[in-house]
């Protein structure tokens, strides 16, 4: 199933790296999201997307800066991390307005040294 | 903004057994109440799901039921076999919102 792929699928970064996750959906979704999921928590939503605009920054630190170029892809800039943010981050992709199921990605698992 | 709790964290069943997993919310403008099964390092994926306008839904082994005045609903697993150990998640989404707020899981294992 390739409906929405993420890359890398593992990612290890120091604390003073930049680097990028990229999602990208092949499902003509206009919503996009990234969530956070960390051992023992709920998935944390991060941020949406609906037609390319930004919707929802839920309280996220600056070290992580969303790109969304169109409605297909999303990507999450990551830099100055903390070993806290080693997660597992999950993109999925819906449809605006349309209170529904959400497709996820298989995620990128990050790890901060 | 919304909030969900789901009990237990961790289940153990005998194959063959059912499974009931249960969830709370609290903005009573949620409408829509899906759960999620994740498996081992793979996605989250939906199993089932259901809306405020209906009290309980039924898919093959796995049913869902929702009490919207007590604000909770359950998942039901019965005949369970070895293939249903995963995380589960339920979650809730306002009214307007098309956005998803997430329990913290629950791990099910089947015993053979």
């Known amino acids: 199933e390739t409906g929405v792929t993420q890359t890398p699928r593992h990612l290890v970064m120091g604390m003073t790296n930049k680097k990028s996750l990229k999602c990208e959906q092949h499902l003509g979704h206009n919503a996009m999201y990234w969530y956070k999921q960390s051992a023992k928590k709920p998935l944390e939503l991060m941020f949406v997307?609906?037609?390319?605009?930004?919707?929802e920054n839920n309280s996220v630190p600056s070290r992580f800066s969303p790109e969304c170029p169109n409605s297909s892809h999303l990507f999450l800039h990551l830099h100055t991390l903390q070993p806290e943010d080693s997660a597992l981050y999950l993109c999925?992709?819906?449809?605006?307005?349309?209170?529904?199921?959400?497709?996820f990605g298989e995620g990128s698992r990050l790890t901060v040294l | 903004g919304e909030n969900v709790e789901q009990h237990p964290s961790t289940l153990s069943v005998q194959e063959g057994d059912s499974a009931v997993i249960k969830c709370t919310y609290s903005d009573s403008a949620s409408n829509y109440f899906p759960w999620y099964k994740q498996e081992l390092g793979k996605r989250p994926q939906l199993i089932i799901d259901?809306?405020?306008?209906?009290g309980e839904k039924k898919d093959q082994r796995i049913a869902v039921t929702l009490n919207k005045t007590a604000k909770h609903f359950s998942l039901h697993i019965t005949e369970t076999q070895p293939e249903d150990s995963a995380v589960y998640f339920c979650?809730?989404?306002?009214?307007?919102?098309?956005?998803?707020?997430f329990g913290t899981g629950t791990r099910l294992t089947v015993i053979p």
């Open positions: 999925a992709s819906g449809r605006v307005m349309d209170t529904g199921e959400l497709f």
């Open positions: 997307y609906n037609f390319k605009e930004q919707t």
């Open positions: 259901i809306r405020s306008n209906v």
């Open positions: 979650a809730a989404s306002p009214t307007g919102a098309n956005n998803l707020f």
